[in-house]
């Protein structure tokens, strides 16, 4: 299986991106995906999830009412949508996706992408 994460680069305080992951896999599609970040010199942090079937997502605080995470299982893709983005957004983006059920969004995830990097100008 194959995450394949796209849509990072550089963009000033206040800006947006859409992040994109694609799974090479349908079976991504049954469960749920999740992104995550790892800023330099620090842990990689959960930042939002989404059920299969798009009804249920989860959201770290820090990115709570600027982001927005969404999946098309027909495309096999997740995509983490950032508004007003803040210097501190500045990491490596990581999706994340699942071969099994789960009812916790926040971890246990054990499909991983290459990571996408995002970096915030102040």
């Known amino acids: 299986v194959q995450l394949q994460a796209s849509g990072g680069g550089l963009v000033q305080a206040g800006g947006s991106l859409t992040l994109a992951c694609a799974a090479s896999?349908?079976?991504?599609?049954?469960?749920?995906m999740a992104w995550f970040r790892q800023a330099p010199g620090k842990e990689r942090e959960f930042v939002a999830a989404?059920?299969?079937?798009?009804?249920?997502?989860a959201y770290a605080d820090s990115v709570k009412g600027r982001s927005t995470i969404s999946r098309d299982n027909d495309k096999n893709t997740v995509y983490l949508q950032m508004n007003s983005l803040k210097y501190e957004d500045t990491a490596v983006y990581y999706c994340?996706?699942?071969?099994?059920?789960?009812?916790?969004?926040?971890?246990?995830?054990?499909?991983w992408g290459q990571g996408t990097l995002v970096t915030v100008s102040s």
């Open positions: 994340a996706g699942r071969t099994f059920y789960s009812g916790n969004l926040y971890d246990g995830y054990d499909e």
């Open positions: 896999e349908r079976t991504l599609s049954k469960y749920a």
């Open positions: 989404v059920s299969w079937s798009g009804a249920t997502t």
